[in-house]
């Protein structure tokens, strides 16, 4: 075969050679502008994207106004409503004694009776004394009767008479301070029978059949038995000086004891000491609380709890959303432009997780809470999703 035979027949034009190279020309164009179009798009998309990273995002809460104040705990101590140490009056031994710790007792029972052999024999010498006194005072009052009637006749002297009648006088006297130390002794003796002062229960008994028993009180005697009301406990509690104004009488609290847990009583603040104590900055408190159920028991330990009142403008936000710097205490807020404002506020109580602020913020305004460090006055921010959420609630 010839070579010739591969050559076209008939060649391009000149003219469609130029249309493609204008419509190859023209494809290229649009590829370039294209790409051009896409790259200045996705700047503008990252230049968006960055100047919003760069406005702060916060999270904004409300602050809360209490309906009622915080709770103060405190420990304190039960002791019986009246409390009263039994002693001897007289020495001797017991006798017998008829009841045991935890018995209830009405007033004027019988404890217990003590032997009394010395004051026994104490007593039948003065009865005797008495006896021989009051022998003496009539034959003194017969003979002065007798030189009575003999001072008209001139047969006795006036102050033989006058002797008469002073020594029966003196007789009369004798037998008379007998008399009293037989109503004496008499008085003592009965005291050889301890009874109750009060209706209550007998919390101690340190005494037992046969034991010396000492008249006195202190030193001088030792304690036979405790006799106590119980039907009302007071409740004693060491309340800080700062506390002090809020806490007065007809003030209720909420008392628990740890044998009985999940069970409350309810106490009222009945008398203050009205002082301080320097050692520890408190002040003495006593309560009252009804015990006819005789669950609470005197002597033991109780944990009080004083709801405190609200005061007036106080509000409560997260201990999060302070700032402390160079300006004091402050806290951001967010402006109703969406701009930043500090707010110089001041702290009335810590209560831990949150604050109570007492001046310096208003229930109102819209609390930045963990503002971002650098933050500043006028700065523009942008909320979180779900904000204007309230500060928590404080138990």
Do not use: C
Request: aromatic share 4%; no cysteine; proline share 5%.
């Amino acid at each position: 075969m010839s070579s010739d035979s591969t050559l076209p027949s008939h060649p391009p034009s000149r003219r469609t050679l130029v249309v493609a190279g204008i419509v190859g020309l023209l494809v290229v164009l649009g590829v370039v502008i294209a790409g051009v179009t896409l790259r200045a798009e996705d700047a503008r998309k990252l230049k968006s994207w960055t100047d919003a990273q760069a406005v702060p995002t916060v999270t904004v809460i409300q602050p809360v106004r209490d309906a009622d104040g915080p709770s103060l705990q405190l420990p304190g101590r039960l002791e019986a409503f009246t409390r009263a140490p039994i002693f001897a009056q007289v020495s001797g031994y017991l006798k017998s004694w008829s009841v045991d710790i935890g018995a209830p007792v009405k007033a004027g029972q019988v404890l217990a009776e003590i032997e009394t052999p010395e004051l026994d024999q104490q007593l039948l010498q003065a009865r005797a004394d008495l006896q021989s006194a009051q022998a003496n005072a009539v034959v003194a009052g017969t003979t002065a009767k007798r030189w009575e009637a003999l001072r008209g006749t001139d047969s006795v002297a006036q102050q033989d008479v006058d002797q008469r009648t002073a020594d029966y006088t003196a007789k009369e006297a004798i037998a008379a301070a007998a008399k009293a130390n037989v109503d004496r002794l008499v008085a003592t003796k009965a005291f050889a029978r301890i009874v109750a002062p009060f209706d209550g229960v007998v919390t101690a008994r340190d005494t037992d059949v046969g034991a010396l028993v000492s008249a006195g009180t202190g030193g001088a005697g030792q304690e036979l038995f405790a006799v106590s009301k119980v039907d009302q406990l007071r409740a004693y509690v060491q309340v800080p000086q700062n506390y002090a104004p809020a806490i007065h009488d007809g003030t209720t609290a909420t008392l628990t004891v740890p044998e009985y847990p999940d069970q409350q009583f309810t106490a009222r603040v009945v008398a203050a000491a009205d002082s301080v104590n320097s050692s520890s900055g408190t002040t003495l408190v006593q309560l009252l609380v009804d015990n006819s159920n005789g669950k609470l028991l005197p002597g033991g330990f109780a944990s009080l709890k004083f709801t405190l009142p609200a005061a007036a403008h106080a509000v409560r936000v997260p201990a999060s959303a302070l700032v402390f710097d160079s300006r004091g205490t402050v806290v951001a807020t967010l402006a109703a432009n969406g701009h930043v404002l500090f707010k110089t506020v001041k702290i009335s109580r810590d209560l831990g997780d949150s604050v109570e602020i007492s001046s310096g913020l208003a229930a109102t305004d819209r609390v930045i809470d963990t503002p971002p460090d650098g933050l500043a006055d006028g700065d523009s921010v942008q909320t979180a999703a779900a904000t204007d959420r309230k500060a928590p609630a404080h138990g």
